[in-house]
């Protein structure tokens, strides 16, 4: 059986072989191993692919050996659920479903929840459960709480907003602390508000991109996962930059909700270790 070890703690001397030795004692071969020290933090992360069978005794041990306050799970074949947020565009939404239906991740996208129905024939075309959830006559408040009653009810491992278009109440934020993952453009970030791409033709720009990042109470200032871009020049119209834009926000997103999904995220402080 394959199984994803993760482990994160203060930084000690010999962890990497604390973790292996105890590994060899009781016969798990390790296939793949990934480490990173956060040397000003005093972090050390480290993600480990293993096969064998682990006994129940096996994270106690390891727990035991490590500094106090250790943070080790272990992760098996199952699919990382998934609950994804959306509005009116399909791009990243499409993405992500078309990923499911081709088994290209290990990813369970549980449901969508949306403020219009507008993409719901999209969601049921690939038999993902919808739900329209309007924000009309709602608070902020009150709307992000019959969202999170729904969500709840999955009570999913990840919350991907795919091109969600409405800020997210700091309750709501609290309430999936570490769950939530989003897409922006950036390499913009002079251009905020409606059309950004347009925002950018005007300025002349030679480079866009997208963001992926961990959703905090700083509007879109959480910790980022990854990021790509793309070069355009003065023949590219704000119409073509926004259509090359769709296309990175696309693949980011997926990739960001790939890499959670095989557990190679950690969340450091307002930044992130990702293994690739």
Known sequence: MSIVLTTQC???????????GLCYEHNLNIVRNNEF????????FMRTELTGDVGEQF???????LPDGAQVHLHGNEKTKVVLLATKEAHCLGGMLLKQYENAFNVEIQAVIANYDTLKPLVEGFGVPFHLVSHQGLTREQHD??????????QPDFIGL??????LSPQFVARFSNQIINIHHSFLPAFIGAKPYHQAFERGVKIIGATAHF??????????????VTQVSHADS???MAKMGRDIEKVVFCKAIQLAAEHKLFINGNKTVVFA
């Open 10 to 20: 203060r930084d000690d001397v010999g962890l990497i072989a604390k973790v292996t």
């Open 37 to 44: 020290v956060d040397k000003a933090g005093e972090r050390f």
């Open 59 to 65: 994270l106690p041990q390891l727990r035991s050996v």
């Open 145 to 154: 709480d019959a969202m999170a009653q729904v969500i709840e009810q999955y």
């Open 162 to 167: 795919a091109k969600y278009m409405r800020v």
């Open 215 to 228: 959703v905090n109470d700083e509007l879109d200032e959480g910790p980022i996962i990854m990021q790509d």
């Open 238 to 240: 704000a119409e073509a």
